[in-house]
């Protein structure tokens, strides 16, 4: 187009084609601007959020131009990408990390405050975009993070829900769900792309037909379709000029409405098509780590890998390139299983569409797939019933079968009259109804699969996939530690821990290489520093202890240690030890005399998190939290002892308040059961330390910060199945000290206790599934050690220091740079120095 252009026109673009500047005079010029003009109000008329969306269309302004320079750039080199298919991308709020990323936060922060706003109070207007159930999601957004700053070709697929995670509100104790209307107000932070609309299609037929060369070919007709509406949310690196794209789908009807019942009169039902199809991306599924095999889910799935492929497709489309190249210009990472549909939809692509034979497409698929499972829990597995795949997605059904066939007669081959392992590796659960085990298909359509821990992917190997590793051998199975952003997770939760950290080491060189960080462990020494440290840390307590009063009126003393369990509410993350852990303390000290309780360190006991709407014993868990809340914190004679929080809404951004403000969090699933965690990387990383099980990713934090500065318990992973055989098949008696605790709440010191019968039989009759009484003596002694340590304040510290300065191993950087080496051979492409 350009060189259809006079010199004069080019002139013009050249002229006012220039980057916006970014001192605090133009700020304030652009601020103004969208006030009077975005905003159409009038500079008399401006409140804190008018502030907060002038600030943030300013900084959008910003933030397009990069993103902008960094496409083209990528467009014009045409390297290899990656594409990371995830379903939820749990983003938070945008305007200070974008601040911080393109290093404006100064000068804006200066700027806006002689307009007449603090910044945190223009901060705190932003809703949080919260578009994920919990690590998943916000691992997502970590990746996005660390591939931005790192300069790679990158791009997010996922899907645009009007409703994200829902609000938690208590009444009585109990979680009550208000829908979270997040898109309510204007986002500055998405970019709509109407003009980009891909039709996809549900139901229908399959016809079959000979074509030229007398091969027989299906065609998918017929059914019913939706629009695709792009939405991009613009993601910016920190210390480059490279700004990635995560590209969200909304669903659309194909026409406005059925005219000719709307012609004749039937209103309502001409508006019906348009209703359907705007449901697919209504609502993210609140589920974390259960499978609710909804229908309305599927055609989720379905919808974002179909509209994410065509988009690649296309983008592959305008170089003139064979198919078998492919895969060297497209990597996809599934995230979980949650697209393993687009697979199929790719060999569907290349075999009737394109008219690859068979083999050749498969090959094509294999490359430029890999997954990462993110769990070993039963109920987590996806399977969808044959029937309803069938009917929703015909064709799908039918490749699939096919890939199934080609792949257990290679099975065949390998070990010859072995029933068994055909029956084991499988992909269709032979059941009535046949369901697709959609963690067979990830592994067979793959050429890499990793899991998110080193506990975690050996796990995998030995257990839900090891007939798989009989068959193709180990190599396709390995692991890639998750890992956190530290710009999020420390640069701009903590800024006085970060400036403290900069200052010691002097530069802010740590941020883009967390390994710097083993430079802090000589200032542990240094006793002047360790006084401003726990001048941090006491600062950051003072902060959420003023939080915790604004929200519930509970007063929670900053010189008290603070002791926090803040993640989705699930049996196997074992909440419910901690409350009964909380009870079995609250005895203890009604039991001291007033000398004995002069030694006792005060505690503050904090929980947060969201149990899934449908989850009624995690809910009972909730309800006993505020039920030992209400009595502990109202009893006098315990005065600042003890006190036990809930705090409501668990989300990112109050996840950046709690995490900076704690002495000890609790990661104490039974072993085994959490694939990772990350908050676990995010505690320590800010000076934290751990009270936890042999688990996930705790294991290799232990490994990078030595035995003394965390503190394990509990039964290991491979005790796990004797343990729950023997609470099944013998009559084990319970921890003693867990018999009282469970016989104070039976004698109804916390309120009505048939409420909790459900809980507690989880106990007994349930079998202790997650081995709480097996645990709980050796939990209850980790805690005296915790008790016992925070007592020295100055070898406490020493530990939090050296805690931050050995965690340089989970950036998600290291992690984004394993997946690029070994997985998805993708080289950084700077968009401009
Ligand atoms: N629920 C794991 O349970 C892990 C994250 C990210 C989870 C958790 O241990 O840290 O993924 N799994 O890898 C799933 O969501 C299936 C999670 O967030």
Redesign the pocket.
């Known amino acids: 187009e350009k060189a259809k252009w006079s010199k004069e026109t080019l002139a013009i673009w050249e002229k006012y084609g220039c980057e916006e500047s970014v001192d605090k005079e133009s700020f304030q010029k652009s601020f103004v601007r969208h006030v009077n003009t975005t905003l159409a109000r009038s500079s008399l008329n401006v409140d804190n959020f008018s502030a907060y969306q002038a600030t943030a269309h300013t900084v959008r302004d910003r933030l397009i131009e990069r993103w902008n320079a960094t496409q083209q750039a990528h467009t014009l080199k045409d390297p290899k990408r990656v594409y990371y298919f995830s379903l939820?991308f749990l983003l938070g709020r945008s305007l200070d990390n974008a601040l911080l990323n393109l290093g404006l936060k100064e000068q804006f922060g200066e700027g806006v405050k002689e307009l007449g706003f603090r910044m945190e109070d223009v901060l705190e207007q932003e809703v949080d975009a919260a578009l994920g159930?919990?690590?998943?999601?916000?691992?997502a957004a970590c990746y996005m993070d660390s591939l931005a700053t790192l300069d790679y070709p990158a791009w997010g697929y996922g899907l645009r829900y009007t409703y994200g995670i829902f609000q938690q509100r208590l009444k009585d104790g109990f979680q009550m769900e208000l829908p979270d209307y997040w898109l309510n107000f204007d986002n500055p932070w998405e970019l709509p792309r109407l003009d980009i609309a891909i039709e996809v299609r549900f139901g229908g037929y399959v016809s079959k037909y000979t074509d030229e060369n007398g091969r027989t070919r299906h065609r998918w007709e017929g059914g019913d379709g939706v629009q695709a509406v792009a939405y991009d949310v613009p993601i910016p690196g920190y210390g480059t000029k490279n700004c990635i794209n995560i590209r969200l789908w909304s669903s659309k009807p194909k026409r406005q409405f059925d005219l000719s019942r709307f012609n004749a009169g039937e209103y309502e039902q001409a508006v019906n098509e348009q209703m359907k199809a705007e449901n697919i991306t209504a609502v993210l599924y609140p589920n974390?780590?259960h499978m609710v095999g909804k229908e309305l889910r599927l055609k989720q799935q379905f919808f974002w890998v179909y509209a994410s492929l065509a988009d690649i497709i296309r983008r592959f489309k305008k170089t003139d390139r064979a198919w078998d190249q492919f895969p060297e210009k497209v990597a996809i990472q599934l995230n979980?299983t949650h697209p393993t549909l687009a697979i199929v939809e790719l060999q569907r692509i290349l075999v009737d569409q394109e008219g690859l034979d068979w083999d050749d497409a498969w090959d094509i698929v294999t490359r430029t797939f890999a997954f990462?499972?993110?769990?070993v829990?039963p109920e987590?597995m996806e399977k969808w019933h044959v029937p309803m795949v069938e009917y929703l997605l015909p064709r799908h059904m039918q490749i699939i079968f096919d890939i199934n066939l080609f792949f257990l007669q290679k099975v065949e081959k390998q070990f010859p009259n072995d029933r068994d392992i055909l029956a084991k590796l499988s992909i269709i659960e032979e059941a009535t109804p046949q369901s697709v085990r959609m963690a067979h298909l990830a592994i067979v359509g793959s050429h890499r699969v990793n899991g998110?821990?080193a506990l975690?992917s050996n796990l995998i190997k030995t257990t839900i996939f090891k007939d798989f590793v009989k068959f193709y051998g180990p190599k396709k199975f390995e692991n890639k530690t998750?890992g956190i952003t530290p710009r999020r997770w420390l640069h701009q939760a903590n800024p006085k821990l970060s400036n403290l950290i900069t200052e010691a080491l002097g530069d802010k060189k740590w941020l883009k290489d967390l390994s710097l960080l083993k430079n802090l462990e000589p200032h542990a020494k240094s006793k002047d520093y360790r006084r401003r440290w726990k001048a941090v840390k006491h600062s950051n307590k003072v902060r959420l202890a003023e939080y915790i009063k604004a929200k519930t009126g509970i007063d929670a003393n900053p010189n008290s240690l603070f002791d926090v369990q803040v993640k989705?509410i699930?049996e196997y993350k074992r909440q419910f030890m901690n409350i009964l852990g909380v009870i079995h303390r609250y005895h203890y000290l009604k039991s001291l005399t007033p000398e004995e309780r002069r030694d006792i360190v005060p505690r503050v006991v904090i929980f947060g998190g969201k149990a899934a709407p449908g989850y009624h014993i995690a809910k009972l868990v909730i309800k006993l939290i505020n039920s030992v809340s209400a009595t502990v914190n109202a009893d006098e004679s315990i005065e600042d002892l003890l006190k036990v929080v809930f705090i409501p809404d668990y989300n990112v951004s109050l996840a950046e308040i709690i995490i900076p403000a704690s002495d000890i969090s609790q990661h104490i699933?039974t072993a085994g059961?959490?694939?990772?965690?990350?908050s676990n990387m995010k505690f320590v990383l800010n000076g934290g330390l751990i009270l936890g099980t042999v688990d996930?990713?705790n294991i290799e934090i232990n490994e990078e910060i030595g035995d003394d500065n965390i503190f394990l318990f509990g039964h290991l992973a491979d005790r796990v199945d004797d343990l729950r055989h023997a609470h099944r098949y013998r009559n084990v008696p319970m921890d003693p000290d867990l018999q009282s605790v469970i016989t104070s709440i039976e004698t109804g010191n916390f309120g009505d206790s048939r409420i909790f019968a459900p809980l507690i039989n989880t106990l007994t009759f349930g079998k202790d599934y997650y081995l709480l009484s097996d645990d709980f003596g050796s939990y209850l002694d980790a805690q005296k050690l915790v008790d016992e340590a925070y007592k020295d304040e100055d070898e406490w510290c020493k530990k939090s220091i050296l805690c931050t300065a050995r965690m340089g191993f989970f950036s998600s950087d290291r992690a984004i740079r394993e997946y690029a080496d070994q997985i998805w051979d993708l080289k950084p492409v700077p968009a401009k120095a």
Do not use: I, Q, W
Not at 133 to 139: D, P, S, T, V
Not at 372 to 375: G, P, Q
Not at 673 to 678: K, N
């Open positions: 939820e159930n919990g690590g998943l999601g916000r691992l974390d780590n979980d990462t499972n993110h769990t829990l987590a998110v821990a975690h998750n989705r699930h699933s059961t959490e694939a990772s965690g990350t996930g990713a």
